[in-house]
């Protein structure tokens, strides 16, 4: 069956483009590459995808899109916003042909969104192409950087203690590729693509944003991916594991095959012997870390601060491997200092960095990990779920909740100075709430709100 979705973007200026597609992932590509010069958003990026709606009629999707096409833009946001107590055109809309089991999504910030199933087929065979050719896009190729908006984040320990406090939304960059994953894979990627690889082999684990990541870019820039998945159990049952785990669902949606292998057989993936198993199993193949991290992440990371935000005074980053915050340490400003918060436990981080870093005095890192990857208490939820009341910025319990709660508890305690200009990056991992949530709902505990 195939699948048409109505979307609407926000641009640079404000405006709110709705558009028609049978491909959400593909054609935001298309509009925030700029593809197209005569198109309306080509001047307006960078851009964000706020909604879709998904249908099983393109006369139905065709019907919706004239609708809302005509509507203000305070209808709009409220449609992005479900507000559907003052939509009836929802209801206009239901015919013979329309499912009971469409939703509307908001796809800005919200994870649920972002395991949506997301079709595949040939813009050519449906006819709406719509300002732009019907060629398959390669959204790691075009020359023009990404630029991420700053958001500047209001809170009443922020006025007190005098300190500015900004976050740099790379979590909305790319609906499905977000954050420090879209960075760490684009020259990877066109590494890849000049050794004429095929296909894209990395590691990681369950619940893995890198995995995911890394399956819904190669599936759109037409390479094969193959996930080496921690935990021989999980594979076992494949069927039941996709049914439970929406990040290893969304990766097997976009293409992704799994080997699953024990965690002693993980831990020495990177011995040769392990090595030449995969080649002889999966045949010649690019690969890809753990993580993402290598010089060519690196190299994708540097790009993440741009000349206007030589005006802050500190960068602030969650660390896994520490790539992201090795290219923010190579980029950053003489009078910047960049601050690290690991989510692992550990002093180990400090000798990964100091490999692919070129400055070695700007930068030190804070212990903010909540006992360890993953590890977290009810406080650090509560924490992430007040931060999303008040300021409408959703984080997740791995990386960035801990982040921002390291920031403000530093803040508090007058580690920064009056008048400091903080930026904090913001590198998605989103998507991983969905399956965080099953665990504290299992444990009957509060669970991570998505809005």
Not at 85 to 100: A, G, H, P
Not at 155 to 183: C, M, Q, T, W, Y
Not at 251 to 274: I, P, W
Not at 280 to 299: H, M, Q, S, V
Request: with cysteine.
């Amino acid at each position: 069956m195939k699948l048409y979705y109505v979307y609407i973007l926000e641009c640079n200026d404000k405006f709110l483009y709705t558009g028609i597609t049978n491909n959400v992932a593909r054609r935001f590509n298309e509009h925030q590459q700029g593809l197209n010069e005569s198109c309306f958003t080509y001047k307006r990026r960078p851009l964000e995808l706020i909604f879709y709606q998904e249908f099983n009629d393109v006369e139905q999707a065709i019907f919706f899109e004239k609708k809302i096409k005509k509507w203000s833009r305070g209808k709009k946001l409220a449609l992005a916003n479900s507000g559907f107590d003052k939509l009836q055109i929802l209801s206009e809309c239901k015919n013979k042909s329309y499912s009971k089991n469409q939703i509307v999504s908001r796809l800005s910030l919200r994870a649920e969104s972002r395991s949506q199933k997301i079709n595949q087929n040939s813009e050519k065979e449906l006819g709406l192409s719509q300002n732009f050719g019907i060629a398959r896009p390669d959204i790691f190729s075009f020359q023009e950087t990404l630029v991420s908006k700053n958001q500047q984040i209001q809170l009443p320990i922020l006025e007190e203690k005098k300190v500015a406090l900004f976050l740099k939304r790379e979590d909305v960059i790319h609906p499905f590729v977000s954050g420090n994953k879209f960075r760490k894979l684009k020259y990877n990627l066109q590494e890849a693509k000049r050794q004429q690889k095929k296909n894209l082999l990395t590691f990681g684990g369950a619940f893995s944003n890198h995995i995911v990541a890394t399956a819904v870019a190669g599936n759109l820039n037409n390479f094969k991916t193959v996930g080496i998945i921690r935990g021989e159990e999980l594979g076992i049952d494949l069927e039941k594991t996709l049914e439970n785990n929406a990040t290893l669902k969304e990766a097997h949606r976009n293409g992704m095959t799994f080997e699953f292998v024990s965690r002693v057989a993980y831990k020495n993936k990177s011995s040769e012997e392990f090595s030449n198993q995969l080649k002889e199993k999966f045949g010649d193949f690019y690969l890809i870390p753990e993580g993402g991290t290598n010089d060519f992440a690196i190299k994708g990371c540097e790009e993440i601060l741009t000349s206007e935000d030589s005006k802050f005074d500190y960068i602030c980053c969650a660390i896994g491997t520490g790539g992201t915050i090795s290219g923010l340490i190579n980029s950053a400003k003489e009078h910047q200092k960049v601050v690290g918060f690991p989510a692992l436990k550990g002093d180990f981080l400090k000798d990964e960095i100091k490999k692919f870093t070129t400055k070695r005095e700007n930068w030190h890192l804070e212990q903010y990990h909540f006992g360890g990857y993953a590890k977290y208490n009810e406080e650090l939820i509560r924490f992430i779920n007040s931060f999303l009341e008040e300021t409408t910025v959703l984080l997740d319990p791995i990386y960035t909740g801990k982040m921002m709660f390291g920031i403000l508890d530093l803040i508090r305690k007058d580690h920064f100075p009056k008048n400091s200009k903080i930026l904090a990056i913001h590198t998605g991992g989103i998507q991983g709430i969905a399956g965080f949530n099953q665990k504290l709902k299992k444990k009957n505990q509060q669970v991570i709100h998505l809005k």
